[in-house]
Structure formats: structure tokens, C-alpha cells
């Protein structure tokens, strides 16, 4: 069993910053790809940006690529969103994701692929 605590959301006007934390524990000891969703009112929740366990790979959403950056610290067991130049339409529910793998290098894009999910955090971005 694994769980994931999300931290760092917040309310922040266009074009400013945050940094969303997603700190694993329980069977960490495994390698582990990370990924981060966000889902808005009354849509699909849709994928941001993965990382594999190595942290060397990184993948993003066209709609975020340029802004965000996400990073890990496999001593802390603790992924990063680093959110920059924010707009409106990143306002969202932000989960993080949890994927056992056997692959140091590999990351993961679609939802279905992963196993454990934080509660989320809200991000809100004004106008």
C-alpha cells in the first residue's frame, strides 16, 4: 500500500507561481514513476506531466510545456509541479500519481496506468 499527501495549491492571480508537493510513503522501496493530473469542473481528468524514477525522463502536456517543471527527490520520496506564468485555465484539481515499475527511465501518460492517487489540491488562478 502506498500513500500519496499533496501540498502547495492555492488561489494566485495570471501569471504567477506555485509549487504542488506529492510526498509518498508506505511501499516506496520499489522503483516508482510519478505522474500529475488535474481534472476542472465538469471535465475529464487529464493529464500534466510524468517523471520517470530516475528523474531524467519528463513529459508534458502541450498546454503546459514551457511553464511547468516537475522534479523529484527519490531521499525524500517527494515529487514537485513547479507552475510558472499560471493562466486561468489552470485552474483545476491537481492529483498526483503513483506507478510501480520495473523501468528506471520510463514515464506514464494515461491515468488508467497508474495505481495510487493522492486526494488532490486545488490551484486557482484569477484573472
Known amino acids: 500500500q502506498v500513500q500519496l499527501v499533496e501540498s502547495g495549491g492555492g488561489l494566485v492571480q495570471a501569471g504567477g507561481s506555485l509549487r504542488l508537493s506529492c510526498a509518498a510513503s508506505g511501499r516506496t522501496f520499489r522503483l516508482y514513476a510519478m505522474g500529475w493530473f488535474r481534472q476542472a469542473p465538469g471535465k475529464e481528468r487529464e493529464f500534466v506531466a510524468a517523471?520517470?524514477?530516475?528523474?531524467?525522463?519528463?513529459y508534458y502536456a502541450d498546454s503546459v510545456k514551457g511553464r511547468f517543471t516537475t522534479s523529484r527527490d527519490n531521499a525524500k520520496n517527494t515529487v514537485y509541479l513547479q507552475m510558472n506564468s499560471l493562466k486561468p485555465e489552470d485552474t483545476a484539481v491537481y492529483y498526483c500519481a503513483f506507478k510501480f515499475t520495473s523501468y528506471s527511465g520510463s514515464y506514464y501518460l494515461d491515468v488508467k496506468e497508474y495505481d495510487y492517487w493522492g486526494q488532490g489540491t486545488q490551484v486557482t488562478v484569477s484573472s
Open positions: 517523471i520517470s524514477w530516475s528523474g531524467d525522463s519528463t
